[in-house]
């Protein structure tokens, strides 16, 4: 049976039209070789981590063990901020230490290290892309076999975001937020219909922007057009959407809007 | 020789900015580490079968046979809507029963299947997702060496879209539609040059909006800059073109909008 | 130890949302299936050669000697322009012959034939899409190990563009210009600070648009929020930046807008 090639997965906002994801392409495979390199998306917003923190949780979590995921959104880059190499439930993590990781570092058992043996990044590191000259190497060298022990020491302080998940105002209500509007204009909230099960069967309404929503449909299909429908989505999540269209535009809402949930028993009316 | 590694195209509407492709190459990983997986595209707009059933069927046709490809844009997704596995010219097709395979099942000898042995779905199926849940599961059993008469028994009413032929009028006079804008604002329309040949050498006009276009270019640079002209497009297509500039925006038309087409010989008038 | 698969990397203004790009990975892969292909950018702004010739040397020159580079913005498809097979650098480059190889062909040693085997296309070569009827099948042919010397003589005139040296108007003062405006909204002028070192000791004053400029940072997290900065770029040209945010949309400009430079020693005032 043949080795299988080291898989290498890229996460950032450095968008698509620039030289930036072919630099870091051209840096790993001058590297490594072997790698096989995979993008999960270069268009997350820029900046903007909490949001970042979500996507990337949401598709990493698919690759196989062994899988080296390299994750940038950077706003501090060239500061003080330290690189991370991180251990979470057998694939191992390359980002700044800025949250990104969030939901690596939520795993049992995960660990992070800072980044110190500068003999990993390129030789020349510029103040402005550390994508290229440090996380891109960085995950390279981990593909050709180099261990994280030998990156940096252990730290227990990297950065986790407190975001994903709803505070309780009161006996029956509760404020959340949005994680992300997608693609399709769905708004993503923090509220999981693992954590309040009783939105499937107990009256619950939603509130977001100047709009109430009070009934969970099964699936899209299930929707009448033009109305405002909570479902539960496919990353566990509640999700407020609008058949073939945008419930985004219609709400006039962002990632990072307030949601309030209230809820209570059918026969406590 | 080496074994060839199986070849994966993903084709769909779900953006690049989004956790869903990731996950999906993810899945397909997981299942089938030696898979070789090529983007097509995910920018289809979404919701538009008919323009990505033309899209898919442009693209599918240049791959190697043996290839699997995976195409999904899909409203339906949840409700009783099938999923598809289909084989034509050597190649395979993973799809929603949607009419998004239509260039393929039009090719002879062409065989689709309703998958109904849900053990080569994931384990459990969201209602919102089938691309990760589903149909990227089927495509890394297949690559994996799944036979697809495992997966499910012969359909004969597979949708089939009734898109691309335009209709004829009066005798000198044609109703057609717009396939698609592409990214340079050519407008893409489905009269085939070699079903309409005259075109070439005849008289002929091209009603789009409120504009008259009536000389066929051989190239882009042929073309005067600010004027409209009909093209031979590489998809064997009439294509509308304004050289170096959007004929989309200059016309106001979208995909779907009527193009109308008169034709007469020389010596006729 | 294995043999290293051949790497071709793809660099154009098809977009991501058409066919155009599929096409040719599937055309790639049919002439030589072994091929890793790696995507370096699509969206590169169409027709805009001098900032496709810019954004593709900042990023090939990052890939491991051997690789084989295609690169296609190419309006003068269809027309008399040739195409053109490089050799630089240890590199391999397949292009319309319009500039945008300038990088490549400004290396020591550089190579550059006019491709007139034809049988190295695909046999029917449309006259609007040579990236999937010429550059593919160039590329693919180059990776299954057909030598440049086969496929067409030595030209001395491939085109080579003159646009990034700054021109000096008097003893103090230089004009230069935007090479592009990148995803986050700097704007990457074409002073290399290799070039210019005295902006890092001595005073300087970029005028861009209505603003001035005159503090060098070292990196983005110095940066006070709502002020422009020059900063040394990841490419080696200076930047004019805006923390966190679009320094092109403050001041108004696209690549290809003019910048002063004016500088002087600080006991020289």
């Known amino acids: 049976m043949a080795t299988r090639r080291p898989l290498i997965t890229l996460t950032s906002d450095f968008g698509s039209a620039d030289h930036f994801v072919g630099a870091m392409k051209g840096v790993i495979l001058s590297i490594c070789p072997g790698a096989q390199i995979v993008d999960i998306t270069h268009e997350l917003r820029p900046y903007e981590i909490a949001e970042a923190a979500f996507t990337f949780g949401e598709a990493w979590r698919w690759f196989p063990k062994g899988t080296i995921h390299v994750a940038i959104v950077d706003p501090g880059v ?59 190497p960085l995950a390279a060298h981990l593909a050709a076999g180099v261990r994280p022990a030998i990156m940096g020491d252990l730290v227990a302080d990297a950065l986790r975001l407190r975001i994903d998940k709803p505070g309780q105002t009161s006996k029956r209500q509760w404020t959340g937020t949005i994680l992300k509007i997608d693609r399709f204009g769905n708004v993503i909230t923090n509220f999981k219909l693992s954590e309040f099960p009783w939105i499937a069967t107990n009256r619950f309404v939603l509130t977001v922007g100047f709009e109430q929503v ?3 449909a ?38 990072g809007a307030p949601v309030d949930l209230m809820g209570w028993a059918r026969e406590d009316r």
Chains 1, 2, 3 share one sequence.
């Open 78 to 136: 060239g500061s003080a901020r330290r690189p991370i190499v991180a251990e979470a439930a057998g694939h191992l993590f390359v980002a700044p230490d800025n949250g990104i990781l969030t939901s690596a570092l939520a795993q049992p058992k995960a660990k992070a290290r800072e980044v110190t043996k500068k003999s990993y990044f390129l030789r020349t590191v510029s103040t402005t892309f550390h994508g290229r000259d440090v996380f891109a």
């Open 214 to 216: 009070s009934v969970l």
């Open 218 to 255: 099964g699936h899209y299909a299930e929707c009448e057009y033009g109305e405002l429908y909570a479902i539960a989505g496919s990353s566990g999540y509640i999700e407020i959407v609008l058949r073939e269209s945008s419930a985004a535009r219609k709400l006039g809402v962002a990632a």
